[in-house]
């Protein structure tokens, strides 16, 4: 028989080894790494923590790169994470992603993560559906401001509570839980209760998921070894959550043959680490030795003295640089040019071609780099007399006149794409030593890309106008593309990680070309990122901060840092960036407008009800022709019971927007709680009418139709909630309520399985459950269910009271009078349980 093929490795696999195999120095820092894992955790020389640092070009990266070679040499499973994590669920999904590719997937995050995304986009989805919201460039509909709060309400207070019954058909204490339906709806459910309000902390849930499969990962391999990159990005965000998570005591704990690399350009935050030595190591870096610097050279085949001596001192043994100049592979020393004046002249000398001389410049503008993105910033790459004088007059300054002629030889390439097509430049792009590429991105080092930006900037500034505007228009085309694939139905879309990434490097170009025309509309856009999600909010931030540091416009720049500071604390941070964006002056009313509703709907998700209502009154006030206000303060009157109240605002936002659906949706949701079930249902066939592939409102109407009497026409409506919106998790569970009331427990059983592969530990699932085994009499099933939904959220008086039922079939008289006691201490206008406690007692009718 033939001898098996060895397989093929793949080319990654091949241009990995040779990065590996050209990786020179570090050897001390190495030695401290790899000497590690012989110490066992319990030895005190053992660390938990390195922290690499040092200013840009010091090789950071590399070494991480490296070191992450030495963990899995020791069997360790690896996670790597650098800026693209933009909040602590953003990295434990990259994390769960990665050790799931070396076969430790994270089963109980994934679960959860999968909850997470879904309460996300539960909160957002139906803002989109009705044409919410700003427009790219910053304008906005005049019913814009209204149906954030309309969606995002509706769905926090009403149509996701996913509790154990129909309120007003089975349950009317459901009702009354009132105000604390909203946490209950927009946060319980990450949580497993008994953690002393932690289950209205997601992260703080997911932090426990993490930790649970952290600890079975931890028994399968020796050592689990994490490293996150550019920290000094990430830190004001991610430093407190792992500080605490390394530090404090968790329900799961932290494996001990975990390891933590971090790597950024400053000291750890002295505020969370201070008297943290016995378990992190501090690794500094700092240039090259001239060992380690003469032996980069020499594997690169440099070492002619002469050369090698005119390379040490210009680079500074900066480990990019020198890998910079022996990329260039000089001869001679004058052949070595100065790299303290800008990158430019650094590789041109060696790059014969005029063209690619001009893309690498061109192509320093972007902050990401693929194909297209090359395409789009060399495709008009013409340097014009004007320009080429002035980047002349720039390096001369600093290069001789030498390197000044090599910049003006840029000059004799026509349009880059011309003669080289992208796809080849990209390529060459990414075999430059100062390009970091992985499949299918690129990145300058910030080394290089900072002199070239200021070389464009200062000494061709019609060519940076123009090179930023075409990126702009490159993204605003994909970001434009990324709203055509999801349609009405898709939330606002900041909330959505593809079409905000689009949109920030947008803003970014858009800030670099022309900051003060820019600005208003960026502003707008805070706004709405503030209304979606913190993260978002940051993305929008940095987009700023870089654009402002990038252009050179020292008060942008300081600006976007205000709102990055303020947007660091994970509760109130959207709060403080929109009190932040309420001072500028740029904003015009319908902006002041939309910033007020976008935070009083903050304030609405932290419970503070007054100050929600009073950010909607001061919107009025900015603009009474937009109906966000009013739809706000209906919201969360509603929510406080004061549904006459909620009412009349709701009628005001009619006379505004007379043909909106949502405001009958919004109408007949309110007659809804207020048991008003025929009205309700006038309001909703009417919502239905003008909008009739809302999933919202044929869940409403469904439930109204049930508490009618009307279960068979009930499912109707909710099978087709589910068509349109598969992952209805509210729906699903009602679903189930319907089906087993028609005698159907098989199919309830089934769609409440299915909501809770989508709601994994939700209350409400759990305890419908249990009243489709007590009502197919299986007793002791159905007290389980109901013991694992009181688990999940001790304060769910109506699985007391339903538990309670289960107790009295099975003969267990003082368990169920138990039960009825502590679901009245919970909430004692529970007349149903009061009714029932009274019965078994014997003290009242049956």
């Given at each position: 028989?033939?001898?098996?093929?060895?397989?093929?490795?793949?080319?990654?696999?091949?241009?990995?080894?040779?990065?590996?195999?050209?990786?020179?120095?570090?050897?001390?820092?190495?030695?401290?790494?790899?000497?590690?894992?012989?110490?066992?955790?319990?030895?005190?020389?053992?660390?938990?923590?390195?922290?690499?640092?040092?200013?840009?070009?010091?090789?950071?990266?590399?070494?991480?790169?490296?070191?992450?070679?030495?963990?899995?040499?020791?069997?360790?499973?690896?996670?790597?994470?650098?800026?693209?994590?933009?909040?602590?669920?953003?990295?434990?999904?990259?994390?769960?992603?990665?050790?799931?590719?070396?076969?430790?997937?994270?089963?109980?995050?994934?679960?959860?993560?999968?909850?997470?995304?879904?309460?996300?986009?539960?909160?957002?989805?139906?803002?989109?559906?009705?044409?919410?919201?700003?427009?790219?460039?910053?304008?906005?509909?005049?019913?814009?401001?209204?149906?954030?709060?309309?969606?995002?309400?509706?769905?926090?207070?009403?149509?996701?509570?996913?509790?154990?019954?129909?309120?007003?058909?089975?349950?009317?204490?459901?009702?009354?839980?009132?105000?604390?339906?909203?946490?209950?709806?927009?946060?319980?459910?990450?949580?497993?209760?008994?953690?002393?309000?932690?289950?209205?902390?997601?992260?703080?849930?997911?932090?426990?998921?993490?930790?649970?499969?952290?600890?079975?990962?931890?028994?399968?391999?020796?050592?689990?070894?994490?490293?996150?990159?550019?920290?000094?990005?990430?830190?004001?965000?991610?430093?407190?959550?792992?500080?605490?998570?390394?530090?404090?005591?968790?329900?799961?704990?932290?494996?001990?043959?975990?390891?933590?690399?971090?790597?950024?350009?400053?000291?750890?935050?002295?505020?969370?680490?201070?008297?943290?030595?016995?378990?992190?190591?501090?690794?500094?870096?700092?240039?090259?030795?001239?060992?380690?610097?003469?032996?980069?050279?020499?594997?690169?085949?440099?070492?002619?003295?002469?050369?090698?001596?005119?390379?040490?001192?210009?680079?500074?043994?900066?480990?990019?640089?020198?890998?910079?100049?022996?990329?260039?592979?000089?001869?001679?020393?004058?052949?070595?040019?100065?790299?303290?004046?800008?990158?430019?002249?650094?590789?041109?000398?060696?790059?014969?071609?005029?063209?690619?001389?001009?893309?690498?410049?061109?192509?320093?503008?972007?902050?990401?780099?693929?194909?297209?993105?090359?395409?789009?910033?060399?495709?008009?790459?013409?340097?014009?007399?004007?320009?080429?004088?002035?980047?002349?007059?720039?390096?001369?300054?600093?290069?001789?006149?030498?390197?000044?002629?090599?910049?003006?030889?840029?000059?004799?390439?026509?349009?880059?794409?011309?003669?080289?097509?992208?796809?080849?430049?990209?390529?060459?792009?990414?075999?430059?030593?100062?390009?970091?590429?992985?499949?299918?991105?690129?990145?300058?080092?910030?080394?290089?890309?900072?002199?070239?930006?200021?070389?464009?900037?200062?000494?061709?500034?019609?060519?940076?106008?123009?090179?930023?505007?075409?990126?702009?228009?490159?993204?605003?085309?994909?970001?434009?593309?990324?709203?055509?694939?999801?349609?009405?139905?898709?939330?606002?879309?900041?909330?959505?990680?593809?079409?905000?990434?689009?949109?920030?490097?947008?803003l970014y170009h858009l800030l670099c070309a022309a900051p003060r025309t820019?600005?208003?509309?960026?502003?707008?856009?805070?706004?709405?990122?503030?209304?979606?999600?913190?993260?978002?909010?940051?993305?929008?931030?940095r987009a700023l901060a870089e654009a402002g540091e990038d252009g050179g416009?020292?008060?942008?720049?300081?600006?976007?840092?205000?709102?990055?500071?303020?947007?660091?604390?994970?509760?109130?941070?959207?709060?403080?960036?929109?009190?932040?964006?309420?001072?500028?002056?740029?904003?015009?009313?319908?902006?002041?407008?939309?910033?007020?509703?976008?935070?009083?709907?903050?304030?609405?998700?932290?419970?503070?009800?007054?100050?929600?209502?009073?950010?909607?009154?001061?919107?009025?006030?900015?603009?009474?022709?937009?109906?966000?206000?009013?739809?706000?303060?209906?919201?969360?009157?509603?929510?406080?019971?004061?549904?006459?109240?909620?009412?009349?605002?709701?009628?005001?936002?009619?006379?505004?927007?007379?043909?909106?659906?949502?405001?009958?949706?919004?109408r007949g949701e309110t007659y809804r709680r207020m048991g008003r079930h025929?009205?309700?249902?006038?309001?909703?066939?009417?919502?239905?009418?003008?909008?009739?592939?809302?999933?919202?409102?044929?869940?409403?109407?469904?439930?109204?139709?049930?508490?009618?009497?009307?279960?068979?026409?009930?499912?109707?409506?909710?099978?087709?909630?589910?068509?349109?919106?598969?992952?209805?998790?509210?729906?699903?569970?009602?679903?189930?309520?319907?089906?087993?009331?028609?005698?159907?427990?098989?199919?309830?059983?089934?769609?409440?399985?299915?909501?809770?592969?989508?709601?994994?530990?939700?209350?409400?699932?759990?305890?419908?459950?249990?009243?489709?085994?007590?009502?197919?009499?299986?007793?002791?099933?159905?007290?389980?269910?109901?013991?694992?939904?009181?688990?999940?959220?001790?304060?769910?008086?109506?699985?007391?009271?339903?538990?309670?039922?289960?107790?009295?079939?099975?003969?267990?008289?003082?368990?169920?009078?138990?039960?009825?006691?502590?679901?009245?201490?919970?909430?004692?206008?529970?007349?149903?349980?009061?009714?029932?406690?009274?019965?078994?007692?014997?003290?009242?009718?049956?």
């Open positions: 028989m033939a001898a098996a093929r060895p397989q093929r490795r793949s080319m990654q696999q091949i241009i990995e080894d040779r990065r590996r195999a050209s990786f020179i120095g570090r050897a001390a820092e190495l030695d401290v790494f790899r000497g590690n894992f012989d110490l066992p955790p319990e030895d005190v020389r053992h660390r938990f923590v390195f922290h690499v640092r040092g200013n840009a070009g010091v090789g950071k990266t590399s070494l991480v790169r490296e070191m992450a070679r030495v963990a899995q040499e020791r069997g360790a499973v690896t996670a790597h994470a650098d800026e693209s994590a933009d909040s602590v669920p953003a990295l434990l999904a990259m994390v769960s992603e990665q050790f799931g590719r070396q076969g430790h997937p994270l089963k109980a995050l994934d679960r959860l993560l999968a909850t997470y995304r879904q309460r996300l986009q539960e909160a957002l989805t139906g803002m989109g559906a009705q044409g919410a919201g700003a427009s790219a460039n910053g304008a906005q509909d005049p019913s814009a401001g209204s149906l954030a709060l309309a969606q995002a309400g509706l769905i926090g207070v009403g149509m996701i509570p996913l509790l154990g019954a129909f309120a007003g058909a089975v349950d009317p204490a459901l009702v009354a839980r009132g105000a604390d339906g909203v946490r209950s709806a927009l946060g319980a459910r990450f949580g497993h209760g008994g953690d002393g309000g932690a289950s209205a902390d997601p992260v703080r849930a997911l932090t426990g998921a993490f930790l649970d499969d952290l600890a079975r990962v931890g028994d399968q391999a020796p050592w689990i070894v994490f490293f996150l990159d550019t920290y000094e990005r990430t830190a004001p965000y991610l430093d407190g959550w792992l500080h605490e998570l390394i530090t404090r005591t968790h329900r799961a704990a932290l494996p001990d043959n975990v390891v933590f690399t971090l790597a950024g350009q400053r000291r750890l935050d002295p505020a969370h680490w201070d008297g943290a030595e016995n378990f992190v190591t501090d690794l500094p870096l700092r240039p090259f030795t001239d060992t380690e610097a003469r032996g980069l050279l020499a594997a690169k085949g440099i070492t002619d003295e002469p050369v090698v001596a005119e390379v040490l001192r210009l680079s500074g043994r900066l480990p990019v640089l020198v890998s910079t100049l022996a990329g260039s592979r000089p001869t001679a020393p004058d052949e070595v040019d100065d790299p303290s004046a800008t990158a430019v002249e650094r590789f041109l000398k060696w790059e014969r071609d005029p063209t690619l001389r001009t893309a690498a410049l061109a192509c320093a503008l972007p902050r990401r780099l693929d194909e297209e993105i090359t395409g789009a910033a060399v495709g008009a790459a013409d340097v014009g007399a004007a320009g080429v004088g002035a980047g002349v007059g720039s390096v001369a300054g600093v290069a001789g006149v030498a390197g000044a002629a090599r910049v003006a030889g840029v000059a004799a390439g026509a349009a880059v794409g011309a003669t080289t097509d992208a796809p080849d430049v990209y390529a060459w792009l990414c075999s430059l030593p100062f390009v970091t590429a992985s499949p299918g991105r690129a990145r300058y080092h910030e080394v290089v890309r900072t002199p070239m930006l200021r070389l464009r900037r200062v000494g061709a500034p019609q060519a940076w106008r123009d090179g930023h505007a075409r990126l702009a228009s490159l993204f605003a085309a994909r970001r434009t593309a990324e709203e055509d694939g999801h349609g009405d139905a898709a939330g606002r879309p900041w909330s959505r990680p593809g079409w905000r990434a689009e949109r920030g490097e947008e820019a600005l208003p509309a960026a502003l707008r856009d805070g706004v709405d990122a503030c209304w979606a999600e913190t993260p978002a909010a940051r993305h929008w931030a416009d020292g008060h942008l720049r300081s600006w976007g840092a205000e709102c990055l500071a303020a947007l660091a604390d994970e509760q109130y941070g959207a709060v403080r960036a929109l009190g932040l964006l309420l001072a500028r002056p740029e904003l015009d009313d319908n902006g002041r407008a939309a910033a007020y509703n976008a935070r009083g709907w903050q304030y609405f998700i932290l419970g503070r009800y007054q100050d929600a209502l009073d950010d909607h009154a001061r919107a009025v006030d900015v603009d009474p022709q937009d109906p966000g206000g009013h739809h706000g303060a209906a919201i969360t009157r509603r929510t406080l019971g004061e549904f006459g109240t909620a009412l009349r605002h709701i009628d005001r936002c009619a006379e505004l927007a007379p043909e909106a659906a949502w405001v009958a949706h919004e025929e009205e309700a249902l006038a309001e909703l066939d009417r919502a239905h009418a003008l909008a009739p592939k809302e999933p919202l409102t044929l869940g409403s109407r469904g439930q109204v139709k049930f508490a009618l009497g009307r279960a068979a026409d009930a499912l109707e409506d909710l099978d087709r909630a589910v068509v349109l919106w598969p992952d209805y998790t509210w729906a699903l569970t009602r679903r189930a309520h319907v089906r087993r009331f028609l005698g159907d427990g098989a199919g309830a059983l089934a769609d409440l399985d299915r909501a809770e592969r989508l709601s994994p530990g939700t209350a409400g699932i759990m305890g419908e459950r249990g009243d489709v085994y007590r009502f197919d009499g299986r007793y002791e099933e159905a007290v389980a269910e109901y013991g694992r939904a009181l688990a999940a959220d001790p304060s769910y008086a109506w699985a007391l009271g339903s538990r309670a039922l289960a107790y009295e079939a099975l003969g267990r008289t003082p368990d169920a009078l138990a039960d009825l006691d502590r679901a009245l201490e919970i909430d004692p206008a529970y007349a149903w349980a009061r009714r029932q406690r009274d019965r078994l007692d014997g003290a009242g009718p049956a």
